[in-house]
């Protein structure tokens, strides 16, 4: 569940005297859109994405003139002098939710992981956070099925559930409890991801400890 | 064409002793049984033919399947394991030797086929196959029954354009792995839809990849659908698709697990949808491939309505048309 098990590394660094036309060409050669800057020990002192650098390259509208001037000028240009300073970071011990959250946040596409010395050690990326996600739900990978239970308002219904699983050695990954959504009697739904195919199987020991399987339905 | 109307049914005795430990599991002898007994019932409306498959040459099972895959099978059958890989997939000492017989009766009826146009085919056979790929046993499978028999028709019998048609509750997800590079095989599929379904696979997304894009089209369907939306899939995709594609030859993974008594899905089709179904690829195999059509069991699940279904899909391949 830490982003270090997910993260890019090495990653490519630069430093702020590094020209634009530099990081121009950098960002063409190789497929990331986020540079950490930093400093000669390695620190990190700022980010830039292409998105920065695309808005302080010389626009369509100017005229020849105006346009020859601003290249000129852009060339010359300095990666301190448009990158931005205070920037969201993960720390190796940042967990996914810590990163999803502070995505949601933060309005960037990636974010920098450094250490206690705020050493740039990775990036994180919205990318990341996805496959991240999609390998802990199981998703792409063969073998498994989601079974949706009703709630059964009794007690304890998740240690009876997987209780009901394990004593028939049912490997199961994911175990949802939706609680937020609850349909109009009040129970929610339960999901839980069994890696067999044998769901009869599954089916009739849920049965046998109160669960039944219900039909999800998209609302 | 003269159409003789012969429906071969093609299965073994020794398929039965495929033993899968007994206890719960869904995947019994018992099911061979009850569709021997229906298809009986079908005796009057066409003339039908028991055939015993004959055990085919190694080198087909490696045309999907690799040679180290093979030893690894035949070695756990061996000694007296009781799974190979995952414990859904059982098996027992003469398990290895009896999918190898299971794969054997579509390059059987490729034959009779080949022999005598006209014939149908329908093939009774367990282990099933399409959830099996190159060198994983997967869902109760173990080899690829449907893709081994799809290289048979090419290799052997120049058939080089193959549709695969699944209508199986779940996605092959092996017969997709085998072709989904080959532009000269098509493989489309119904099935629950993979966030809820085993095996987890067969998203919209997937539509092949490299030269073979395109040749894949998966249907998911969510828990809860039936016959309507099988229908609709049939007449507004899939036979399109396959009318598009120009096949040779027509293979289709027979599941019954769709049923709705079944509960290895949450689909909710009828025992006539199969009738329906069975009518339709007939009518497209003898329209596009001169009748040239086979049908290999793979999921069912549950027994009474598997014999209905099984029956009832026949009895829609061998409607005779003007
Ligand atoms: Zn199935």
Redesign the interface.
């Known amino acids: 569940m830490f982003v270090t098990n997910f993260m890019t590394e090495p990653v490519h660094t630069v430093g702020p005297e590094a020209s634009l036309s530099q990081v121009k060409e950098l960002f063409g050669q190789r497929k990331f859109r986020h540079l950490p800057i930093v400093d000669q020990s390695g620190r990190l002192i700022g980010m830039l994405t292409d998105r920065d650098l695309r808005s302080a390259y010389p626009s369509g509208l100017m005229d020849e003139n105006e346009k020859k001037a601003y290249l000129k000028r852009f060339k010359e240009m300095k990666v301190s002098q448009i990158m931005t300073e205070t920037v969201a970071k993960l720390t190796p011990k940042s967990t996914l939710d810590d990163a999803l959250l502070l995505f949601d946040r933060s309005r960037v596409g990636a974010l920098p992981v450094v250490d206690d010395q705020q050493k740039v050690v990775g990036i994180f990326s919205i990318r990341d956070l996805l496959a991240a996600y999609k390998q802990l739900f199981?998703?792409?990978?063969?073998?498994?099925?989601?079974i949706?239970v009703q709630d059964d308002g009794k007690p304890r219904p998740l240690t009876r559930l997987t209780e009901a699983l394990e004593n028939r050695?049912v490997l199961f990954s994911q175990l949802i409890r939706d609680v937020l959504s609850r349909p109009d009697n009040g129970l929610g739904l339960i999901y839980v991801r069994v890696?067999?195919?044998?769901?009869?199987?599954v089916?009739?020991a849920l049965a046998a400890a109160g669960f039944y399987?219900v039909?999800?339905?998209?609302s | 064409m003269v159409w003789d109307f012969k429906l071969f049914h093609i299965t073994h005795s020794r398929y039965l002793l495929h033993d899968t430990g007994g206890a719960d599991h869904p995947e019994t002898p018992e099911r061979l049984r009850v569709i021997a007994s229906a298809l009986a019932g079908l005796n009057g409306c066409c003339r039908l033919l028991t055939v015993e498959p004959t055990p085919p040459e190694k080198e087909w099972l490696l045309t999907v399947h690799a040679a180290e895959y093979l030893l690894r099978f035949e070695e756990v059958a061996l000694s007296g394991r009781s799974y190979l890989g995952h414990p859904d997939n059982q098996l027992c000492y003469e398990s290895f030797e009896i999918a190898i017989l299971a794969t054997g009766a579509g390059l059987t009826g490729i034959d009779l086929l080949e022999k005598e146009a006209g014939s149908r085919v329908f093939c009774s056979v367990r282990p099933p196959g399409h959830h099996a790929e190159k060198t994983v046993a997967l869902g109760f499978c173990f080899f690829n029954n449907v893709a081994i028999a799809a290289r048979y028709w090419q290799i052997k019998y120049a058939r080089r354009r193959i549709a695969i048609i699944d209508f199986d509750a779940h996605h092959g997800n092996g017969i997709q792995s085998t072709f989904e590079e080959d532009p000269d095989v098509l493989y489309v599929s119904t099935h629950e839809h993979p966030t809820f379904s085993f095996p987890g696979t067969g998203y919209a997304e997937e539509i092949g990849t490299g030269a073979g894009e395109g040749t894949i089209l998966n249907i998911p369907l969510l828990p809860g659908a039936g016959d309507a939306e099988v229908k609709n899939a049939f007449v507004e995709q899939i036979i399109p698709a396959v009318e598009k594609f120009r096949p040779e030859a027509l293979i289709i993974a027979a599941g019954f697990d769709g049923h709705q008594l079944d509960d290895m899905s949450g689909l909710l089709f009828s025992t006539e949808l199969y009738g329906y179904l069975g009518r339709k690829i007939a009518a497209l195999g003898d329209r596009l491939c001169e009748g040239r059509v086979i049908s290999i069991l793979e999921g069912g699940y549950h027994l009474p309505s598997l014999g209905a279904s099984v029956k009832e899909y026949c009895r829609g391949i061998m409607e005779r048309r003007k």
């Open positions: 199981g998703l792409g990978e063969k073998g498994s099925a989601l949706v050695n890696h067999t195919h044998n769901l009869s199987g089916h009739a399987a039909t999800p339905e998209a």
